[in-house]
């Protein structure tokens, strides 16, 4: 069994950030729009190492100010020694969760389905991000799960489960009313946000 590392006494209330190459606002705009005790998964692969890594670093800059927790999505060792709290571990990378528990980072991978979330649970994650429980443009064409498959994957898991996939602020208030399940995470809810307040700010430039 993986002995699993204390949990932050907030992780569950988490509102979590995922960073896209697609979103319109960068990343660190959004995370300036999270409020404290939220996270952020920095994912961004497709960059080149040193634009990465310096957006990590102006990320981090936003997080420490602001009180977030920010996982980078890689191996164990880049999170380390980039500074992450965390790293987010692909399915792919399952096998690198005792390693990322040994240097004390926090844990967390995606779940899709049962095979996931049972590799998940023996890789000791400490916490799954499962997904797409709505319709999401970051799964085009796939079936969306729906509060009863996705509660099934969530005990399958043995973590603390956060929802993934066309989340809104009122769909996370239904999921909690209904399941007591407070953590949800999104890409595009954000985006939105972003938009909204730089619509707003420019009404208000332009009748000043």
Not at 12 to 30: I, P, Q, T
Not at 33 to 42: C, D, E, H, I
Not at 105 to 126: I, N, S, W
Request: charged content about 25%; cysteine-free.
């Amino acid at each position: 069994m993986v002995r699993r590392h204390p949990l932050p006494k907030l992780w569950l209330s988490k509102l979590w950030l995922f960073s896209d190459e697609r979103s319109a606002a960068g990343v660190a705009e959004l995370a300036a729009l999270l409020p404290p005790g939220s996270g952020v998964v920095l994912r961004h692969d497709r960059l080149a190492a040193g634009p990465r890594w310096r957006l990590f670093r102006r990320l981090m800059r936003i997080a420490r100010a602001r009180g977030l927790t920010v996982l980078l999505a890689g191996t164990p060792a880049l999170a380390k020694r980039w500074g992450a709290d965390g790293v987010h571990l692909r399915q792919h990378a399952a096998g690198r969760a005792a390693q990322a528990h040994r240097l004390g980072l926090l844990v967390t991978m995606p779940v899709h389905d049962a095979r996931e979330a049972r590799r998940a649970r023996r890789a000791g994650a400490q916490a799954v991000f499962i997904s797409p429980l709505h319709p999401t443009r970051s799964h085009p064409g796939a079936p969306a799960l729906g509060r009863a498959a996705w509660l099934r994957l969530a005990r399958l898991s043995g973590a603390p489960p956060v929802a993934l996939g066309g989340m809104t602020p009122a769909r996370a208030r239904q999921l909690r009313r209904t399941s007591g399940i407070p953590g949800w995470a999104g890409i595009d809810v954000w985006d939105r946000k972003a938009a909204a307040r730089r619509t707003k700010a420019a009404l208000r430039f332009g009748s000043g």
